[in-house]
């Protein structure tokens, strides 16, 4: 476990020497904001409103206390997605789309010898491949996370009128009752962390991919176990750290 997190310290720390020129940066940069945010937001829009949607119908099934509110669904469903569900299970599915492609892509030039290349001309291919790899993911999944929210929220509201008795507005009202601005700090930076995470154990497991293509599979499903294994553990230690106050 020491030796693992040593190399993996000593693979990130090796992304910032002898860097490629600045222009040259941006582009990838540019072009992975491209593949990892954009590509992944019809996927992330489709999970979020059914998401929002199941959401809402489970706790209105479940509301038959006459001492609850119906407006209690609105509030449960916003404090559910801003605080879990947009940041932590859409990271998992991310993390799945993502982070497999990543670790695929970086173990295909590997074992194709395409990064050993790299190197022999004097290009530092940490610098090159997996840095604006780490980037791009930090920079495009705060915005995902944000869209998912808005939309998990707006797919409860569907849900809310068009398959519960609950009337829209009470889960409207639920929504605007005592709404915390803080809970959406959290999430960003729930998101950030889970940008970094997702990205750089994918690098890590797919550029030091060894052996053939069945090697790259499972360099593949290594990244995805264990980013999900990492997100979990830093979901449990980010809410202690920044809502710990409230307990």
Same mark, same amino acid.
């Given at each position: 476990?020491?030796?693992?997190?040593?190399?993996?310290?000593?693979?990130?720390?090796?992304?910032?020497?002898?860097?490629?020129?600045?222009?040259?940066?941006?582009?990838?940069?540019?072009?992975?904001?491209?593949?990892?945010?954009?590509?992944?937001?019809?996927?992330?829009?489709? %999970?979020? @409103?059914?998401?929002? +949607?199941?959401?809402?119908?489970?706790? &209105? *099934?479940? !509301?038959? #206390?006459?001492? /609850? $509110?119906?407006?209690?669904?609105?509030?449960?469903?916003?404090?559910?997605?801003?605080?879990?569900?947009?940041?932590?299970? %859409?990271? @998992?599915?991310?993390? +799945?789309?993502?982070?497999?492609?990543? &670790? *695929?892509? !970086?173990? #295909?030039?590997? /074992? $194709?010898?395409?990064?050993?290349?790299?190197?022999?001309?004097?290009?530092?291919?940490?610098?090159?491949?997996?840095?604006?790899?780490? @980037?791009?993911?930090?920079?495009?999944?705060?915005?995902?996370?944000?869209?998912?929210?808005?939309?998990?929220?707006?797919?409860?509201?569907?849900?809310?009128?068009?398959?519960?008795?609950?009337?829209?507005?009470?889960?409207?009202?639920?929504?605007?009752?005592?709404?915390?601005?803080?809970?959406?700090?959290?999430?960003?930076?729930?998101?950030?962390?889970?940008?970094?995470?997702?990205?750089?154990?994918?690098?890590?497991?797919?550029?030091?991919?060894?052996?053939?293509?069945?090697?790259?599979?499972?360099?593949?499903?290594?990244?995805?176990?264990?980013?999900?294994?990492?997100?979990?553990?830093?979901?449990?230690?980010?809410?202690?750290?920044?809502?710990?106050?409230?307990?």
């Amino acid at each position: 476990m020491i030796k693992a997190l040593g190399k993996y310290a000593l693979f990130l720390s090796a992304m910032f020497g002898n860097p490629v020129p600045y222009r040259m940066f941006l582009s990838r940069v540019a072009k992975e904001c491209m593949q990892i945010g954009v590509d992944s937001l019809f996927i992330i829009c489709i %999970i979020s @409103i059914f998401m929002g +949607g199941a959401t809402c119908i489970q706790l &209105a *099934s479940q !509301l038959k #206390s006459p001492f /609850i $509110t119906k407006d209690f669904v609105g509030i449960a469903v916003r404090n559910m997605t801003i605080s879990e569900l947009a940041p932590t299970v %859409i990271g @998992i599915v991310f993390t +799945g789309k993502i982070g497999s492609s990543i &670790a *695929s892509e !970086l173990g #295909s030039m590997r /074992i $194709t010898e395409q990064i050993d290349a790299l190197e022999i001309m004097g290009v530092n291919a940490n610098n090159y491949l997996v840095l604006p790899k780490i @980037i791009a993911t930090i920079f495009m999944y705060p915005f995902l996370v944000i869209i998912a929210m808005f939309l998990s929220i707006y797919g409860g509201f569907l849900a809310c009128k068009w398959l519960t008795s609950i009337p829209p507005q009470a889960y409207i009202n639920g929504l605007r009752n005592e709404f915390e601005p803080y809970d959406i700090h959290v999430a960003l930076y729930k998101s950030l962390v889970y940008g970094f995470i997702i990205s750089s154990i994918a690098c890590y497991k797919g550029f030091l991919t060894r052996g053939g293509s069945l090697d790259v599979g499972k360099s593949s499903t290594k990244a995805v176990t264990h980013s999900c294994i990492a997100i979990l553990i830093a979901d449990l230690f980010l809410v202690y750290v920044l809502l710990g106050h409230r307990i």
